[in-house]
């Protein structure tokens, strides 16, 4: 079972950034579909960021929901195994826990999660 750690999240006033990592113990990072998830209080978790192989596992397509494209930025790092998730610009709206996500099984859907990590964004 891949373990995963989240971090980076913290208090920042709008407009500004942060960046958050997660460091996954998998032994076959390179090859999952990893993702960014958030949950507000009282919201249900939405769908943030991922990234996933195109096919020919020779680059990896990245995605974006619509209230972040342009604004963050979901890479990664497989000698590390490590996800980062860049966010600047960051709004009010944008407060929530940020969850990371992989699909270690094939990519139909996301099996392992960490505990997540606190991102609040002042007004």
């Known amino acids: 079972q891949v373990q995963l750690v989240e971090s980076g999240g913290g208090l920042v006033q709008a407009g500004g950034s942060l960046r958050l990592s997660c460091a996954a113990s998998?032994?076959?990072?390179?090859?999952?579909?990893m993702g960014w998830f958030r949950q507000a209080p009282g919201a249900e978790r939405e769908f943030v960021a991922a990234?996933?192989?195109?096919?020919?596992?020779?680059?990896?397509?990245?995605s974006y929901t619509d209230s972040v494209r342009g604004r963050f930025t979901i890479s990664r790092d497989n000698a590390k195994s490590t996800l980062y998730l860049q966010m600047d610009s960051l709004k009010p709206e944008d407060t929530a826990v940020y969850y990371c996500?992989?699909?270690?099984?094939?990519?139909?859907?996301?099996?392992?999660w960490g505990q997540g990590t606190q991102v609040t964004v002042s007004s």
């Open positions: 996500a992989a699909a270690t099984r094939g990519a139909a859907s996301y099996d392992a």
């Open positions: 998998g032994r076959t990072f390179s090859a999952y579909t």
């Open positions: 990234s996933s192989w195109i096919g020919g596992r020779t680059s990896y397509r990245t």
